[in-house]
Structure formats: C-alpha cells, structure tokens
C-alpha cells in the first residue's frame, strides 16, 4: 500500500506545476483526497480537497483561483494543477486519503495514508 505525490520542481514566479498523487495496492475512489504542504519553520497545512463521489472540492484562501484539484479514478490519480505560482507557495506538498468521503459539512478528516512529499519551490 503506498501513495506516491510527483511533479514538483523549481519554478519561476508566476509559473505553473502540476502534482499527482498516485495510489498503489489500493484504489483512491473510496477515499476524499487531500493535499497539504508544509514551509520550512511553518506548521503544515491544508491547501484542497477533491470528495470521493461528487467531485466536491475545496480550497484554502490563499490558493483559491490558483490552484485545481482533479481526480482520475480509472487511473487512481488525484491531481494538483496550480498556476500562478508565488514564492509563499513554496513548500513541501502531501498528499493523503481521508476515510471522511466528503470535504466539508462531515466529520473531522480521518487521514488513512500520506505520499510521501515532492517539493515545491517558486523563485521570485
């Protein structure tokens, strides 16, 4: 069981980046999917989330119109296009299955399984 978050890289302000989050050994259309990243000295937080059945997603405030999140259950992939990129971006991104199924008006997250990282880095 393992899942695997790629694609990031250094980039240039303004430039954009798209992250995927691939299971194996499990299927990630049972799951909500979310995507976190932590900055060196920050505490990690939650940037998106994709619901399991609707497609329902949320955004944190400082990405919201930046950054898409998508899922392609055939190809077990949740994605992470984010364009605009500034340097507060940079960061490590996570991505994780959350057994609540949907982003909000359910329970608390109850995250089964992190990736294990890509890091993002935006220069000014």
């Known amino acids: 069981v393992q899942l695997q978050a790629s694609g990031g890289g250094l980039v240039q302000s303004g430039g954009s980046l798209r992250l995927s989050c691939v299971a194996s050994g499990f299927t990630l259309d049972y799951y909500a999917i979310r995507w976190f990243r932590q900055a060196p000295g920050k505490e990690r937080e939650g940037v998106s989330c994709?619901?399991?059945?609707?497609?329902?997603?949320n955004y944190a405030d400082s990405v919201k119109g930046r950054f898409t999140i998508s899922r392609d259950n055939a190809k077990n992939t949740v994605y992470l296009q984010m364009n605009s990129l500034k340097p507060e971006d940079t960061a490590v991104y996570y991505c994780?299955?959350?057994?609540?199924?949907?982003?909000?008006?359910?329970?608390?997250?109850?995250?089964?399984?992190w990736g294990q990282g890509t890091q993002v880095t935006v220069s000014s």
């Open positions: 994709i619901s399991r059945n609707d497609g329902g997603t």
């Open positions: 994780a299955t959350d057994r609540v199924t949907v982003c909000e008006g359910g329970p608390p997250p109850q995250i089964d399984n």
